[in-house]
């Protein structure tokens, strides 16, 4: 007893080290996720936003070039209409919120949005740093609060030139709600958040509006006086948001809010050059904790059951070692009932295999046979099209193989237990589709035992009472055994005749094979007889009449007078009939 509960200890504490390490690993491996998902994120991100701010950079350098510009700032008595007119189709054709013209002392006398109550024309915004700064010959991308609208935009300044000399500056504003709004572009999710932080460390960007216009690092007095003196965020004052950092097995944590909705991210950054920015990406790893609880139960469960199987198997060995010194005397008598072991083991074996391959399983492996042939072969087809460029036909064999997946799962789903009717969804069909249909599933096979078909002369009028997928699991079973009878035959040709006669329609499925041999005529349709010695079951017949009687139909087999079997389905073309 002390023995055994030895052996208990040991294994619960071996488990607990397991499940320690397995915790340690998967939490590892699921923060390196998160990593790697951030670094792809943020890379997509700053390299949009790269872009897009490149974009709108070169329009005021193009529009510095246009005459009607330097005319129009070098002449205060012109009409500023035409100006208006053409910085507002620049505004339009760009996406840019407002593009608009100051003189030298930073007025305003040109705007993209005259017509409007809030214009800008009128307004002195020497004060910014995108004017004097442009006025001094730079080119100024800056963030900043609109001083008319207080929505944060990024300006974009040219100096306008006229004989080597500054006269002006052009101005395009680009509102950042336009970047923040666009999530697929930005390529972040539910589970993911970003911002981007200026060099003031204030946050311009981000998907969390509670963290626009705020910061994650603490300000002194004289920071603050320096953003309220330079008019940036005008006469708003910045939040410090509650972050802390921490460091998890080399991987840097971040945990921001309060108590109660704090929230830990694995972060990553890239710098944005243009605007002197960093770009930050966080994915959420708040979970990551619970989300090993089910890797350590199918663990614990794996483990306790490999020592179950070990401790069963051991008894047995156990048992068997004893045996093996029994007496002398004991050996005849372990022989026979040996012997009677193993005929009742022969015989539970034949009933587990009969059970086992009952009317579902075997109907099921039997009937997803050929759509699975079918699939291997264009699949083959599909690499040989593929390793030759022809992609568009590659594509087409892929499509039939889905199709054909598909039909596999509406076959195992509808077929039922043989021993009793399935429950069948009966509709007026096509025959001529029905028809079709299957050939396309024993195309493969006829293809492969070089059988030719006669083309199929069915008119699309004629319609039988059934249901589809079952008609044509019948049709299938039909057609590939009259492929396969034809084998040794020099003649391998496969043909179709319909007859119609009151609501009834009969199909017959011509081989030019040996015909079916006397003795089997009566039980060519009972289970698990076959004509094969090495492949089959059996069942397909038996099932395909079973479908067919479900319909109300008949299924019937007759060797022609020419040579070759002929399989006849007789079918109603309506409702009442059933």
């Not at 910085?87 to 705007?111: C, H, K, M, P």
């Not at 199987?309 to 005849?332: C, D, N, P, T, V």
């Not at 003649?491 to 041999?517: A, C, M, N, W, Y």
């Not at 005529?521 to 059996?538: A, R």
Request: hydrophobic letters at 40%; proline letters at 2%; one cysteine or more.
């Amino acid at each position: 007893m002390l023995y055994f509960s030895r052996k208990i200890t040991l294994a619960i504490v071996v488990l607990i080290i397991v499940l320690l390490l397995s915790f340690l690993f998967g939490r590892q491996y699921d923060l390196g996720n998160a990593k790697r998902q951030a670094e792809v994120q943020v890379g997509q991100l700053s390299h949009y936003l790269d872009t897009e701010l490149s974009r709108f950079a070169t329009i005021p350098y193009l529009a510095t070039d246009n005459q009607l510009l330097t005319t129009f700032i070098s002449n205060e008595n012109q009409s500023a209409q035409q100006v208006n007119n053409y910085l507002a189709d620049i505004q339009q054709a760009s996406g840019a919120s407002d593009v608009y013209v100051l003189n030298r002392e930073g007025d305003v006398i040109a705007s993209s949005n005259w017509q409007l109550d809030y214009t800008y024309i009128g307004n002195n915004f020497a004060f910014r740093p995108y004017f004097y700064r442009a006025l001094a010959g730079d080119k100024i991308a800056y963030f900043a609060l609109g001083l008319r609208s207080n929505e944060r935009g990024i300006y974009f300044s040219e100096p306008i030139y006229l004989n080597q000399q500054v006269i002006g500056v052009v101005t395009l504003k680009v509102n950042v709600s336009k970047f923040e709004t666009d999530r697929q572009l930005l390529n972040t999710s539910h589970a993911s958040h970003f911002y981007l932080t200026l060099d003031d460390k204030i946050i311009a960007m981000s998907d969390k509006q509670s963290w626009r216009l705020n910061t994650f690092d603490s300000l002194s007095n004289i920071q603050l006086q320096q953003l309220q003196t330079s008019r940036r965020y005008l006469a708003h004052t910045p939040t410090v948001i509650d972050l802390a950092q921490t460091t998890s097995q080399g991987i840097t944590l971040l945990s921001i809010g309060q108590r109660q909705t704090r929230r830990q991210f694995v972060p990553a950054s890239a710098s944005i050059d243009r605007i002197k920015a960093d770009m930050t990406v966080l994915v959420d790893v708040s979970s990551v904790n619970l989300d090993q609880l089910p890797r350590l139960f199918w663990l614990a469960v794996i483990y306790i059951s490999t020592l179950l199987i070990f401790y069963s198997l051991m008894a047995r060995f156990a048992g068997y070692k004893k045996l093996l010194y029994s007496r002398h005397s004991l050996e005849q008598e372990v022989i026979e009932r040996t012997h009677a072991l193993e005929n009742a083991q022969t015989a539970l074996l034949q009933a587990a295999k009969l059970a086992t391959i009952g009317q579902l399983s075997a109907g099921i492996n039997h009937e997803i046979n050929q759509p699975l042939s079918a699939m291997s072969t264009y699949l083959v087809s599909a690499k040989r099209l593929i390793a030759k460029g022809d992609i568009e036909q590659a594509a087409k064999n892929i499509v039939i193989v889905q199709s054909l997946i598909d039909r596999v799962h509406k076959i195992v789903g509808q077929l039922k237990h043989f021993s009793k009717p399935a429950q069948t969804q009966l509709r007026a069909q096509s025959l001529n589709q029905l028809l079709r249909n299957a050939m396309v599933i024993a195309s493969a096979q006829l293809k492969h035992d070089d059988v030719t078909v006669q083309e199929i002369v069915i008119t699309d009028d004629i319609k039988v009472w059934v249901d589809e997928i079952k008609f044509e699991q019948v049709l299938v079973n039909v057609i590939t055994n009259a492929s396969q009878a034809m084998l040794q035959s020099l003649k391998r040709e496969l043909s179709f005749e319909v007859e119609q006669f009151d609501d009834r329609v009969k199909l017959s499925i011509l081989d030019t094979g040996p015909g079916i041999e006397l003795h089997a005529l009566g039980t060519i349709f009972e289970p698990f007889y076959s004509t094969k010695s090495t492949n089959g079951l059996g069942l397909g017949l038996s099932i395909s009449k079973q479908i067919i009687n479900s319909f109300n139909g008949c299924l019937s087999a007759h060797n022609r007078p020419t040579g070759g079997a002929q399989f006849i389905i007789t079918l109603t073309s309506t409702q009442g009939e059933q």
